[in-house]
C-alpha cells in the first residue's frame, strides 16, 4: 500500500477487515468474510454519503454563494474525486498484476 492510500485509511480498520475475512479455508473465515462485507462497504461509503448531504444544500445556492464558498465547495467536490479515483486506479492496478 502507497503513502496515499495509507493517508486516505488513516486507522487501518480495512486492513483489520482484511485480516478477519481471509482467514483461509474454515467456516468462521467464510463467515467472517460474509459478515464483515456489508460492514466494509458501510464504512467505505458512509463519509462520501455524508459529504454528499452536507453539500447538497450548498449546490442549490451556487448562485447566492460569494467567491469564497464557490472554491470551497469546488474544492471539496474536487477532493472527493480524488479519493475516489486514487484507490480505485490502485485496485485496477493491482488486479492486472494478478491476472499476469
Given at each position: ?73 469546488t ?10 479515483y ?15
Amino acid at each position: 500500500m502507497d503513502d496515499f492510500v495509507r493517508s486516505i485509511f488513516p486507522f487501518s480498520i480495512y486492513s483489520e477487515i482484511n485480516n478477519l475475512a481471509f482467514k483461509g479455508k474454515s467456516v468462521l473465515g467464510c463467515l467472517g468474510a460474509i459478515l464483515i462485507f456489508p460492514l466494509t462497504i458501510i464504512l467505505t461509503l458512509a463519509p462520501f454519503i455524508l459529504e454528499f448531504i452536507l453539500l447538497k444544500d450548498l449546490i442549490k445556492n451556487w448562485q447566492e454563494s460569494n467567491f469564497l464558498a464557490k472554491a470551497s465547495i469546488t474544492l471539496t467536490i474536487w477532493l472527493i474525486l480524488i479519493s475516489f479515483y486514487f484507490p480505485l486506479h490502485k485496485f485496477i492496478i493491482v488486479f492486472k498484476e494478478n491476472l499476469k
